[in-house]
């Protein structure tokens, strides 16, 4: 089995894929990650995730490389990472009552064959009406400010949500781990 390398710096798709048992180093892609002009969010998210792959592949040339971006949209418009508590209470106030969908693209790099395996995933959270006061105890209890969407579903954030819809809800905490064991197996490793 080729070594696996997760393209991230991100704790939270580390500590997902450790749910799949599987070896990995992990080390922080260095990109660009503007939107190009007219690109829409489906394609900025699986662009992103095979960029970052393929800016791995001199420091790890015989590895599969996973790649893995995300955003949230609500009402077409891209939430970015809030970053400051009003920000995050903004986001929320925003959400609330309505329905956000997070985008995540997903790529599968085999760097010593050069094959890329990319997809894009949906999940949308639909919120409850939220006050306030339960959006300022919610950020003080997890301040998610480094989370797109300014909540964390594998925490406190689930009782932000009436409902979710999608077919992988580790989507939504940023690697599809579902879509990723396909692509995994498409390129000879199996799990468990």
Not at 174 to 180: A, D, F, N, T, V
Request: with cysteine.
């Amino acid at each position: 089995m080729p070594p696996l390398v997760l393209a991230s710096s991100s704790p939270y798709r580390r500590e997902l894929l450790t749910r799949l048992r599987l070896p990995f180093a992990w080390c922080a892609p260095e990109i660009n990650e503007t939107a190009r002009p007219d690109e829409d969010a489906r394609a900025l998210v699986r662009r992103l995730a095979e960029e970052k792959a393929r800016a791995l592949t001199s420091k790890y040339p015989q590895h599969l490389i996973i790649g893995s971006d995300q955003v949230a949209l609500l009402d077409g418009q891209i939430l970015g990472k809030p970053e400051t508590h009003e920000r995050a209470h903004a986001q929320l106030l925003a959400a609330s009552g309505n329905s956000v969908t997070f985008l995540t693209g997903l790529a599968l790099l085999d760097s010593q064959s050069n094959h890329c395996q990319t997809d894009c995933i949906t999940f949308t959270v639909h919120f409850r009406q939220l006050s306030d006061a339960q959006i300022t105890r919610y950020l003080e209890a997890e301040q998610p400010y480094d989370c797109a969407g300014s909540f964390k579903a594998e925490g406190l954030g689930v009782s932000l949500f009436r409902s979710t819809e999608g077919t992988d809800a580790t989507s939504l905490i940023g690697l599809p781990l579902i879509r990723l064991v396909d692509m995994l197996h498409a390129s000879g490793i199996d799990i468990p």
